[in-house]
């Protein structure tokens, strides 16, 4: 590697730049990725940047189940998003439609019409779990534009309370997590 | 000569996905178009082959900013169902997450509207305050946004120390009447970006039938709390605030004041909260067939659900919502005609419009 690449690599990791799509999600993950980024929790200091248009952004943050009205606008959007990109899907929605599934209005999981590349579980997330994805998923972007292998999806771990079972985060479509549940 | 602006579904103004057709002649709006349903998720046939436990959490998921009010008011419509009478202290307990749940609610709306103002400042201090709120609804509950505090026959968690709560509650209090009260209230940058735009006038308010914060902006006084109490509210004191002009900056008055209002009603519920059981306990849930309707007022107005049983089933048969975006949508239009271009996002934001909850 280059001192050109290794310095782009570097940027990509310091400074990743979010675009967020609302798939038809209940506002509880959007709420939480707009706190992620305020005072409290600051993921700012990581450089992580709310961008209005996917033409900025690095790494797409997906939530909602994915309904059949937003599948070919996320389409569209992930196409937008300039190469190397990264994306997240964050709740429990996207990974495996939650509690909603069975719904014949939708057309989840996401990762069935882009790949995905960080699984961020909760019903809603914590703000803590968003921002960790949202490193990872940096990593991630870095790694890919040095090397330019397919990357398996990581489904990080929860945190915060346990899971008091009224998700459906164990529905048996769900990926499997590469990581051990602390 | 007009021409067409859409705006939408996917655009950074708006917080969720809705399309906004705007109609302009030059820089002045003439027309509004509104498109819905993206968000559609089929929740109510989805409620349909849910039994009566998961519907909760089913429907606790309608909305992430006002979930407790959605569970709070199947619940209700259940408990007619199957003749369950809550304990009074569960009515007082859901009073308090009802009224938090308000207050978080109210400062994340002014938290956007700042934002759309561009007011970025004031955008953060909000949502520094948000996150107080959320750490007293999280010492409640265990979780920050679906709280699964409500039950059939009265709620899951108690409040352990009202006292405890109630320190937290005030530290808040004082900290929005230093910080986000007067910039609403008194800053000029606040005041010349929000007087005079969006007017509805109080006849127009009528005609549309709209609800909550918005219809007490435009002068008229009605809240459910007050008009047909429901929980513990019959025994909480507090005024309605409403407001004549019926503009941008009416309904952030409005809303100002509903957040001393709601710290006012959270003082005396825990104060008051009496002894007891939180719940009727496991008795067996033995629903009547028929339809029973609830009415609650949420953050943005009047929810109501009207939920069927048939006979010795453990499904409903149609579990039907209406949310009070579904009813402050239509007073869009009138609001921005006549507008400029450039105020439309705060408009459209001003009644605090929900889709979510509006598709389902
Ligand atoms: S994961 Fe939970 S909070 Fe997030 S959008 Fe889905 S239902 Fe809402």
């Not at chain 1, 939530?63 to 992930?78: L, Q």
């Not at chain 2, 109609?23 to 998720?41: M, Y």
């Not at chain 2, 107080?132 to 509950?141: F, G, H, T």
């Not at chain 2, 459910?224 to 309605?240: I, W």
Request: proline share 8%.
């Amino acid at each position: 590697m280059n001192l050109w690449n290794r310095l782009m690599c570097y940027s990509r990791r310091r400074s990743p730049w979010l675009f967020h799509m609302n798939g038809g999600s209940c506002n509880g993950c959007d709420i939480e990725l707009i706190a992620s980024l305020t005072p409290r929790y600051d993921a700012e200091q990581l450089g992580v940047r709310l961008e209005g248009s996917p033409r900025h952004a690095d790494i797409l943050c997906i939530t909602g189940p994915v309904t059949h009205n937003a599948v070919n606008a996320i389409k569209t959007v992930y196409g937008q998003v300039c190469g190397p990109k990264a994306v997240v899907a964050i709740g429990s929605c996207p990974a495996t439609t939650n509690v909603f599934i069975d719904s014949r209005t939708l057309d989840g999981p996401l990762n069935r019409h882009i790949p995905v590349d960080v699984f961020v579980p909760g019903c809603p997330p914590r703000p803590d779990a968003i921002i960790l994805g949202v490193a990872k998923a940096a990593e991630i972007l870095a790694e890919r534009a040095a090397k330019k292998i397919p990357i398996d999806p990581v489904v990080m771990p929860l945190v915060g309370p346990p899971c008091n079972g009224a998700c459906a985060c164990s529905t048996p479509n769900a990926p499997k997590s590469t990581e051990e549940q602390p | 000569m007009s021409y067409k602006i859409p705006m939408g579904p996917y655009h950074p103004a708006l917080e969720e996905p809705y399309k906004l057709d705007l109609i302009c002649e030059g820089e002045t709006v003439s027309d509004a178009k509104l498109h819905i349903g993206f968000n559609f998720r089929g929740i109510e046939h989805l409620a349909e082959s849910r039994n009566y436990i998961q519907v909760i959490a089913l429907m606790e998921r309608v909305c992430g900013i006002c979930s407790n009010i959605h569970t709070l008011t199947l619940c209700q419509a259940m408990e007619q169902l199957t003749g369950q009478t809550p304990p009074p202290r569960a009515q007082y307990i859901r009073v308090v997450v009802a009224e938090l749940e308000r207050l978080h609610s109210h400062v994340l709306w002014a938290g956007i509207a700042a934002k759309l103002m561009g007011f970025k400042t004031m955008f953060m201090t909000c949502f520094e305050l948000r996150e107080k709120v959320m750490d007293i609804l999280q010492a409640i509950s265990g979780n920050r946004v679906n709280y699964s505090m409500n039950r059939i026959g009265g709620v899951n968690r108690d409040i352990d120390d009202p006292l405890a709560v109630l320190a937290m509650v005030e530290q808040l209090e004082r900290e929005m009447v230093r910080t986000v009260i007067p910039i609403f209230t008194t800053s000029t940058t606040a005041r010349l970006r929000c007087a005079g735009i969006g007017v509805l006038s109080n006849r127009k308010a009528v005609s549309c039938g709209v609800v909550g914060p918005t219809a007490r902006a435009s002068g008229l006084p009605q809240d459910l709390r007050r008009a047909a109490p429901y929980a513990a509210y019959s025994e909480m004191e507090f005024d309605v605030p409403v407001q004549q002009d019926g503009d941008v900056r009416a309904r952030l008055l409005v809303r100002a004041l509903e957040i001393m209002e709601s710290c006012k009603i959270l003082r005396q519920a825990l104060t008051k909260m009496p002894p007891g059981e939180i719940s009727t306990g496991d008795a067996k849930i033995a629903f009547s067939a028929g339809t029973a309707t609830s009415r609650v007022e949420a953050p943005r107005g009047e929810v109501m659900y009207s939920v069927s049983w048939k006979e010795s089933s453990r499904n409903p048969s149609r579990v039907h919502v209406r949310t009070p975006t579904f009813v402050n949508m239509p007073a869009i239009r009138w609001m921005v005609i006549g507008a400029r271009l450039a105020d439309t996002p705060l408009i459209q934001a001003s009644i605090d419009p929900c889709y979510s909850c509006t598709d389902r």
